[in-house]
């Protein structure tokens, strides 16, 4: 799909551009592949177990995974990247780090409140939304704007680019075919 990092390499700030698409290797570095996952604070707990199963697929794979650092699936997501040994990524939006998930391992607070959703999505190379309400929402649509990949389990609904999918498995597969 080079056609896609193309559109993506246009809205990338030019420092991040002559390093190529994710994944690749540049000099003496290996880009490791970043991914959002995005969803409900207050997630029930099936919605919380599978944006756990997320994270620790995202991170078997070897891709960084991001998220806004709270609770519910975004703790839930960086659990499981954790527990699999994953890096995490949590962009809160508070100046408070101590307001940050225990399994976040690069915290960035940013004072930006709501508006750290265009952060979390700008940052990765594709995203994946597990449930979530109007922040999610946002997510979606700053990420669909962007050029980015969306992949949504249990999500909004008739969202159109949002490639839907029934459970982490097959979410992460999705995503990784739109990565290539």
């Known amino acids: 799909m080079g056609g896609r990092w193309s559109e993506v390499q246009i809205l990338s700030p030019p420092n991040y551009r002559h390093r190529g698409p994710p994944g690749s290797r540049v000099g003496n570095f290996y880009m490791s ?6 969803g409900d604070a207050a997630a029930e707990p099936g919605l919380a177990e599978t944006a756990y199963e997320v994270g620790r697929r995202a991170a078997e794979r070897g891709w960084v995974v991001i998220t806004g650092g709270l609770g519910g699936a975004m703790e839930a997501a960086s659990r499981g990247a954790k ?7 949590g962009i809160l939006p508070t100046y408070d780090a101590a307001a940050a998930n225990e399994y976040v391992e690069i915290i960035i607070p940013t004072g930006l409140g709501h508006a750290r959703n265009a952060m ?4 990765a190379a594709g995203v994946i939304a597990v449930g979530g309400r109007y922040g999610t929402l946002s997510e979606i ?9 969306v992949v949504g ?3 909004w609904p008739g969202i ?4 839907p999918a029934p459970d982490a498995e097959r979410a992460i597969n999705k995503l990784a075919s739109l990565l290539e």
């Open 33 to 38: 592949i970043q991914v959002s996952v995005i």
């Open 153 to 155: 389990i249990n999500t």
């Open 160 to 163: 159109e680019g949002v490639w």
């Open 141 to 149: 649509a700053l990420a669909l704007k962007l050029g980015k990949p």
């Open 83 to 89: 527990e699999a040994g994953g890096t995490t990524v």
């Open 120 to 123: 979390v999505v700008a940052a």
